[in-house]
């Protein structure tokens, strides 16, 4: 008895699967049409699909009253290459992907038709320019010696103002401007002058953070000491930071 109330189950659970397997099959790929504003500036965003979770930035995609509605890589839409200062009026399709793949994007975008493009430039208002010595610095916090958090504190070298922000925050600076590798294959870490514009954002730009900042002009670079780039931190302290950004 005992024998066949296994092979019963058995028999169950193979016919649950073929009719998984079944609906599976039935999967079939949709296309729509949208109507998408493509906003003058970048934002900082993240993608979610893939083996890593990568920042970089995006277009800003809104409607006609202004609300975004979505962001885009460059490149994710195939067939538009995005210009900074120009407003985009697109009509792209938007193909949905296999959901059996894990980690994909839910779309595919392919421009259908550029309805209009007009140049407005970058926003000014509010803009300020400021010199601030920069540097790349890790927070440990005392519980996860191992596992810290990198990002960029810039202080105004004409008074007390304190910025911190991740790399992909300033427009135009990269990683070769803190960290290089030599010959043998040894780490270098430089603090950098530069010379920054930072505008306000009437959204939220990269995390929570409402302004852009672009750097103007890299002043100089010189190599920072390793006891230099390290900010000890309780967990909390840890755990508040990394909110600023993810």
């Known amino acids: 008895m005992k024998a066949k109330v296994i092979l019963m189950l058995l028999l169950a659970g193979m016919l649950s699967a073929c009719s998984l397997d079944d609906d599976d099959d039935e999967w079939t790929s949709t296309m729509e049409t949208w ?3 493509i906003e003058p500036e970048y934002v900082m965003g993240y993608s979610y699909w893939g083996a890593y979770t990568s920042m970089g930035k995006q277009m800003e995609g809104v409607n006609d009253k202004g609300e975004q509605i979505g962001r885009f890589f460059p490149g994710e839409i195939e067939g538009f290459t995005f210009e900074e200062g120009y407003r985009y009026k697109l009509l792209v399709y938007a193909t949905s992907t296999d959901p059996r793949i894990m980690d994909a994007p839910k779309y595919h975008f392919k421009l259908r ?3 209009s ?6 926003r000014t ?5 400021v010199t601030m010595d920069v540097r790349r610095v890790v927070m440990l916090p005392d519980s996860l010696s191992s596992n810290g958090l990198y990002y960029l504190t810039g202080r105004n070298v004409d008074g ?7 790399i992909e925050e300033i427009i135009g600076a990269n990683y ?4 290089k590798y030599d010959e043998a ?3 270098h870490k430089y603090a950098c002058r530069m010379r920054l514009s930072i505008t ?3 959204r939220y730009f990269c995390g929570k953070h409402r302004f852009r900042v672009r750097l103007e002009e890299l002043i100089s670079q010189q190599e920072a000491p390793e006891d230099s780039v390290v900010v000890a931190a309780t967990y909390d302290e840890f755990e508040s930071k990394a909110k600023e950004w993810y």
């Open 35 to 37: 109507e998408i504003n």
């Open 113 to 115: 038709k550029l309805l």
């Open 117 to 122: 493009k007009e140049y407005v430039g970058v």
């Open 125 to 129: 208002e509010g803009r300020r320019e």
């Open 160 to 166: 007390d103002e304190k910025l911190d922000m991740i």
């Open 176 to 179: 070769d401007m803190f960290i």
């Open 185 to 187: 294959d040894i780490i």
């Open 200 to 202: 306000p954002s009437e």
